[in-house]
């Protein structure tokens, strides 16, 4: 066989076309191939190539992530909805006025300020720290000298009441 430096011959690989379950049962019938008639170092290799052509096949042919126990449909419903847009809520508790256009408005901070004023001061602070200052959970309970399950219970609660304000609130926006 004739072969320049770095390169595969003609015949050794095939254009497939898009990415389509018939095209991926090809290359994973290929790899097969290949599997069988290569040496220990390449099953290595070809052994990884045949389990990816598997779970894009599977998820081609289901439409979802293979082996994932709850779609997205199936979450609930604080796991699966930003309450706040997440650079706005960040730009309300960074409090900046300079020129970003990541900036609120005067009218916008309101509207922030009316979809948390239902909430209790603790629940306000850990869903700012956690929502606008992007702590986790953890470093929030250590702040707060709380726990984490605490931390988890305020957020989920302060989620649970923006959501029903934003829900029943006209002049806020989602």
């Known amino acids: ?10 015949s050794a690989y095939t254009d497939l076309g898009e990415a ?89 901070r309101a509207m922030i300020e009316e979809a948390l004023r239902y909430l209790s001061p603790r629940q306000r602070e850990c869903y700012v720290l956690a929502h606008g200052e992007c702590f986790s959970q953890a470093e929030i309970a250590q702040m707060l000298g709380i726990t984490r399950s605490s931390v988890q219970a305020y957020i989920e609660e302060a989620q649970r009441k923006v959501s029903e304000e934003l829900q029943q609130n006209l002049f806020l926006w989602k």
């Open 20 to 108: 389509t379950v018939l095209n991926y049962q090809l290359s994973l019938k290929g790899a097969e191939r290949a599997y069988r008639r290569a040496d220990a170092d390449d099953k290595k290799v070809i052994s990884g190539m045949v389990s990816d052509c598997e779970y894009v096949i599977a998820w081609l042919s289901t439409g979802r992530r293979p082996k994932n126990k709850r779609g997205i449909e199936r979450r609930a419903g604080y796991e699966r909805e930003i309450l706040l847009d997440p650079i706005r809520m960040q730009a309300f508790a960074s409090n900046s006025k300079a020129g970003s256009p990541a900036n609120l408005t005067d009218d916008q």
């Open 1 to 10: 066989m004739n072969m320049a430096k770095n390169k595969l011959p003609a």
